[in-house]
């Protein structure tokens, strides 16, 4: 069985346990799944993407420990690189036997089931890479994707090195969104609302009955950060939806 590391918010520790690892990332060859690091004798190495993802998924994150078949499909390889198809214990050797495994990633295109979830732990919030491995000592991208807004220092770090594009506002995304038709667009698109101002959730109830769970469970998440009476109503009628994460 081929040991693996999936991370992911404290706050979905207990579904994790209960229900598994719902397949909601996009893979780079196509399809759904969950991306995963190999468990390495470094720790560090282990946990490296700690410090990269917590830019993307705001609070504390924890590690779910998996065992998936020695004989599971699935692709290994470096970010923004093509990955190779192989089996999960040919990708856990790959990684292993590298020189440098930063940066590297598994992704098993499919939904991780709790028999699969061997525990979920705690781990340091300060472990790994930011931006990219060895971005220490060199010029950092002060671009909306590489900082998002409200990250903390993002102003201090934008003034240091000042970006030409003005990052889009919110009635913009708005607009993005409403013409976003697929759900993985809309899914992007509500990707792109998080860090903006967290008012006018009035806007987003036509997303509420959504027939794709998945635009659901990400409406949810950033209705969390929203303010007022309409957030709660529309966090309600999620919840009564059976959506994943609306009412906790």
């Known amino acids: 069985m081929a040991d693996l590391v999936h991370l992911t918010p ?19 060859s196509g399809g759904r799944g969950v991306y995963c690091m190999p468990v390495l004798p470094s720790f560090a190495l282990t946990y490296q993407w700690t410090r990269e993802l917590r830019r993307w998924k705001p609070g ?35 990684v292993r036997d590298l020189a440098d495994p930063r940066g590297y990633e598994v992704f098993v295109p499919r ?33 909306p994707a590489c900082v998002q807004p409200g990250t903390p220092g993002s102003g201090k770090l934008r003034r240091a090195y000042p970006y030409d594009k003005r990052p889009t506002g919110k009635p913009q995304l708005m ?8 759900p993985g667009e809309i899914v992007q698109a509500l990707y792109a609302l998080y860090g903006r101002r967290w008012g006018g ?14 635009v659901r469970e990400v409406l949810a998440d950033l209705l969390r950060n929203y303010r007022g009476h ?16 609306a009412d906790e």
């Open 60 to 94: 504390v994150l924890v590690a779910a420990h998996l065992r998936i078949p020695d004989d599971e499909p699935v692709t290994v390889g470096r970010y923004g690189t093509e990955p190779r198809q192989v089996t999960a214990a040919e990708a856990a050797a790959i």
């Open 10 to 28: 404290a706050r979905n520790a207990r579904r994790v346990v209960r229900t598994g690892i719902a397949a909601r990332s996009y893979g780079r």
């Open 175 to 182: 607009a993005n969104l409403r013409a976003a038709t697929k």
């Open 111 to 143: 939904a991780v089931t709790p028999a699969e979830v061997r525990r979920v732990r705690q781990i340091p919030q300060g472990v790994g890479w930011r931006y990219q491995p060895d971005a220490h000592g060199r010029r950092p991208c002060a671009c």
């Open 201 to 214: 959730a009035e806007e987003l109830a036509y997303l509420v009955e959504h027939p794709d769970q998945e």
């Open 230 to 245: 309409a957030a709660k109503v529309l966090r309600h009628r999620l919840a009564e939806t059976g959506t994943h994460g």
